[in-house]
Each structure stands twice: as C-alpha cells, then as structure tokens.
C-alpha cells in the first residue's frame, strides 16, 4: 500500500495566484513527520516545510504554508502568490518512527508549472 | 559553507561493470542517505547509516550496496547485479534518524549505461 500519495501528477497555476498540492499519507504511528520538498529541473532537492503529527498550528515558511488535517491523514502545501520560479516538482513525503527506521518516504511528485 | 557534494555529477557505465558514487558531507551529521529517482518518479531508498560504520538496506538494496568507515562519507556502489541501474542517484544526510529531522540533498549524480 502507497504510504505517501499525491494524486496531481501535474498542475497549471497563473503567476501569483495560489496552489494548493495536495499529500495523503497513511501510517500506524503516533509520531511521525511531514515534509515537503521541491524539485527544479536541474535535479536538486531544496527543503520547503516541516509538520510534525504532535503539532497543533498549520506550519507556515514565508509563502508556503502547510494544511494539515490529522484525522483525514491529510498534509497539503499550499503555495500564495506563485511565482515562476515556482516551476518545479513537488514531493510530500513523511518520516516514521523508530519502528519503521526513521525512514524517510517520498510520494510520487506534483509538477507545477507557472504561467505568465 | 557546509553542504553535501556528490560526484561525479554525470556517469556512465559499462555492461558487467562496478561504479562507485561518492558523497561526501561537511554538516557533522549522524545519519546519510541514498535514493534512486527514476523519470517522472518520486525518491526511493536503496541504503541509508544512521551511525558509523552500520548501515540498513531501504526498499531496494539489491544491487547496490554501501559502506560508512567515516562520518562525513557513504559511498554508494552499483555493482553489475543491478540489471536497470539508469537513474538519478541522490545523496542526503540528517543530524538524526529521528521523525523531527530534514534531510539535506546533494546534488545529485546521473548515471546511464553505455
């Protein structure tokens, strides 16, 4: 079973409106973290935002924000006023507990492209 | 500035032959990584060492394998019993193994076989 799911395989968005990158996960842990990370084309993986399942307040980093919804196992990224320099894969991805190796596992990735 | 350095940046192997990436961090952390990212496709996780010298096979060791003798360094061997190695090859490391850590990425490393 998909423990990270983004089911968008691709996205448009006009320059400075707003996305929204959606990221189910599903885990049996109690502690855990949320992560999202993009991708440019040149390969580079640059961090965004962190949620942690204990927080209680939505993480927020500048003009990403992060919607988490514990209960639908849910930990959307919203990005504000896009930018074309926005353009990029998006990946979700969560890390489990000592159980699972503190691994971390990625989703398949959102391709956001922004339009002019 | 710290960081993590993967090289060679593009590989090329031939059938029935080793290659070996290197990556290398300056960060003082714990625990590194190495992924596997196909076209179009999200990270998987062929090996990762959250101490020196101990590693963990992740989803798909098989074909590769690691060694951690340094902190700084987890080199990453793609022997010639990985039958697809054609990928993009990421490098990450992570001051712990605990769910409150990122991971920071090198660069990267393309491998493609001639």
């Known amino acids: 079973a998909q423990k990270i799911t983004q089911t968008q395989p691709g996205m448009f968005v006009q320059e400075k409106e707003a996305v929204t990158l959606d990221c189910t996960y599903d885990t049996s842990d109690q502690s855990y973290g949320l992560f999202w990370y993009k991708q440019p084309s040149s390969g580079e993986m640059i961090f965004l935002i962190y949620?942690?399942?204990?927080?209680?307040q939505n993480a927020t980093e500048g003009r990403y924000s992060l919607n988490f919804q514990k209960a639908r196992k849910s930990a959307n990224l919203v990005i504000s006023a896009s930018q074309l320099g926005d353009s990029a894969m998006y990946f979700c991805a969560m890390r489990e507990g000592q159980a699972a190796g503190n691994k971390l596992t990625f989703g398949g990735g959102t391709r956001v492209l922004v339009k002019p | 500035d710290g960081g993590i350095t993967q090289s060679p940046k593009y590989l090329f192997r031939k059938e029935g032959q080793n290659v070996t990436l290197s990556c290398e961090q300056n960060l003082n952390h714990d625990a590194m990584y190495w992924y596997r990212q196909d076209p179009g496709q999200g990270l998987r996780l062929i090996y990762y060492s959250q101490i020196v010298n101990d590693f963990q096979k992740g989803d798909i060791a098989e074909g590769y394998s690691v060694s951690r003798e340094k902190k700084e360094s987890f080199p990453l061997t793609v022997t010639s019993a990985q039958k697809n190695p054609t990928a993009f090859y990421l490098c990450a490391s992570s001051i712990g193994g605990g769910t409150l850590s990122s991971q920071h990425f090198g660069d990267g490393t393309r491998l493609s076989i001639l």
């Open positions: 949620q942690g399942s204990y927080d209680e």
